[in-house]
């Protein structure tokens, strides 16, 4: 494959909308926040320290999330901890069987997301 069969990928900047039920809400929120930054400058600094190309390291970048899973979750830290927190603390602000019935489906959904690498090896 030459570089002229290599796909090519446009940053696009996202801020919505999504409706306010929207069980992928948080996820949009955060594509909607990151967006605001452009990764082009830390990656052309890393391209002239390295010598790699700034292709190559947007390749790994999104490689490496894409197939991590959990991992790359894990590795995003405190905006996972902060998203798991935000479910549980609405639930217990609401303080309704209801509330607390919908924050499992949310920290279930999550859950299921940080599982899928250990529940479908195949995707590697």
Same mark, same amino acid.
């Given at each position: 494959? *030459? !570089?002229?069969d $290599? &796909?090519?990928?446009? /940053?696009? #900047?996202?801020?919505g909308?999504?409706p @306010?039920d929207?069980?992928d809400?948080?996820f =949009? !929120?955060d594509?909607? %926040?990151y967006?605001k930054? *452009?990764?082009l400058?830390? %990656?052309e600094?890393?391209? +002239?320290? /390295?010598?790699? &190309?700034v292709?190559a390291?947007?390749?790994?970048v999104?490689? =490496?999330?894409?197939t991590?899973?959990?991992?790359? !979750? /894990?590795e995003?830290g405190p905006?996972?901890v902060?998203? @798991?927190? #935000?479910?549980?603390?609405e639930a $217990? !602000?609401a303080a309704? *069987?209801?509330a #607390?019935?919908?924050?499992? $489906?949310? /920290? +279930?959904?999550i859950?299921?997301?940080l +599982? @899928?690498p250990y529940?479908q &090896?195949?995707i590697?």
């Amino acid at each position: 494959m *030459d !570089a002229t069969d $290599e &796909p090519t990928v446009t /940053l696009t #900047r996202w801020d919505g909308p999504w409706p @306010l039920d929207d069980p992928d809400a948080n996820f =949009k !929120a955060d594509v909607a %926040l990151y967006g605001k930054l *452009d990764p082009l400058v830390t %990656l052309e600094g890393l391209s +002239r320290n /390295l010598g790699v &190309p700034v292709g190559a390291l947007a390749r790994y970048v999104l490689a =490496k999330f894409a197939t991590s899973g959990s991992g790359a !979750a /894990l590795e995003l830290g405190p905006s996972v901890v902060q998203q @798991l927190a #935000r479910v549980v603390d609405e639930a $217990e !602000a609401a303080a309704t *069987d209801g509330a #607390r019935l919908a924050a499992y $489906e949310g /920290l +279930r959904q999550i859950v299921s997301w940080l +599982r @899928l690498p250990y529940d479908q &090896p195949d995707i590697y």
